[in-house]
Nanobody
Framework: QVQLVESGGGLVQAGESLRLSCTAS????????MAWYRRAPGKERELVAS???????YYPDSVRGRASIARDNVKNTLTLQMNSLKPEDTAVYSC?????????????WGQGTQVTVSS
């Protein structure tokens, strides 16, 4: 059974930091790129960060310089360090597979963890 379980969300004040974790099971974690997404109330889901199988990271402008994604292919974990948090970072953060391994392109998602940033 495929599972992606996020943890680490919570309520923080603007300027503080959070570290989110995602534990994967039921599939070969190391063979897929992974990503963090977020969805704020009333807004479209947006990419927060992605990381290739080999560890190359990508960040959109909205979080570049404040976010750091990492993966541990032994522990099957994905992490997202978010610094200098802003109220506009408030959203449900989810981890997901990204891309394909050969012809297999799964679309696995976790349930998400709430991050709330107060001003």
């Amino acid at each position: 059974q495929v599972q992606l379980v996020e943890s680490g969300g919570g309520l923080v004040q603007a300027g503080e930091s959070l570290r989110l974790s995602c534990t994967a099971s039921g599939f070969t974690f190391s063979t897929y790129a992974m990503a963090w997404y977020r969805r704020a109330p009333g807004k479209e889901r947006e990419l927060v960060a992605s990381i290739s199988k080999g560890g190359n990271a990508y960040y959109p402008d909205s979080v570049r310089g404040r976010a750091s994604i990492a993966r541990d292919n032994v522990k099957n974990t994905l992490t997202l360090q978010m610094n200098s948090l802003k109220p506009e970072d408030t959203a449900v953060y989810s981890c997901a597979t990204a891309g394909c391994s050969g012809d297999v392109c799964p679309n696995y998602w976790g349930q998400g963890t709430q991050v709330t940033v107060s001003s």
